[in-house]
């Protein structure tokens, strides 16, 4: 949603269509950006059937210009993922489903989830991997604002800081005590911020699998 992170899609989609396609491939891509300052201030009011009609609106050009299938590239409005796709007369890749895919493929039941306020203290993106058997632990309330700020007051802002970083670690170490078997960073400005080396546990990386299911989809 927030620009920094439609870059990160942008040129992960890109590059791996260069990747598999070979030469100077790149990737058709149709992007409808939407201002984050509006739909953030939404979503923390609850307006959410506003969030829903700019979403729909955005999916219906989208599909106007000839895309084949969606992606809503963020996390916390996967919360109206379903409304979007009933919509429109084209699929959405639904980001739940794919880290699902990935996290059984492990052989991994338990997985802890770090992101932004919203999905950790609503249950709609854990309800979602719970479909698939998988079973979501996430943070105690006391870490929520803490990673709420690292996200929107940082990381949005292109700002890297090694303090946030050690304090999203101390979080994923909680969670692996917890029982946790892999860490789903359910946020892309996060993966700006902690990498595989940084857990014991495995990460998975909701953009890089997003983008991989994507481009499998695309290129098939």
């Known amino acids: 949603m927030s620009w920094e992170s439609s870059a990160v899609y942008y040129e992960r989609l890109n590059r791996g269509v260069a990747e ?9 891509v149709v992007l409808a950006s939407v201002d984050f300052a509006e739909v953030n201030a939404l979503q923390e009011a609850e307006r959410w059937d506003e969030v829903t ?19 809503l590239c963020t996390t916390t409005f996967h919360q109206v ?5 009933a919509a429109v ?18 052989g991994i039941e338990t997985v802890g989830f770090v992101g932004t306020r919203y999905p950790m203290s609503h249950s709609f993106f854990a309800d979602r991997l719970a479909t698939h058997g998988v079973q979501v632990l996430m943070p105690d309330a006391r870490h929520h ?31 692996w005590d917890a029982g946790a078997g892999g860490l789903v960073l359910g946020c892309t400005e996060l993966e700006l911020l902690v990498t595989q080396p940084d857990s014991e546990l495995p990460l998975f990386a909701c953009t890089d699998l997003h983008v991989r299911a994507a481009l499998d989809r695309a290129l098939a």
Do not use: C, M, W
Request: negative net charge; aromatic residues 2%; charged residues 25%.
């Open 20 to 28: 598999r396609e070979g030469g100077l491939s790149s990737a058709r």
């Open 53 to 71: 009609t700019i979403l729909i609106a955005a999916a219906r050009s989208l599909e106007a210009a000839g895309a084949d299938f969606l992606l």
């Open 81 to 85: 993922a379903d409304e979007v796709e």
């Open 89 to 106: 007369g084209i699929p959405l890749l639904h980001l739940a489903d794919v880290v699902a895919e990935a996290v059984k493929a492990q």
């Open 145 to 175: 604002d803490a990673l709420n700020a690292i996200v929107y007051d940082e990381l949005v802002a292109g700002r890297v800081l090694d303090p946030s970083r050690r304090t999203v670690v101390s979080v994923i170490d909680e969670l």
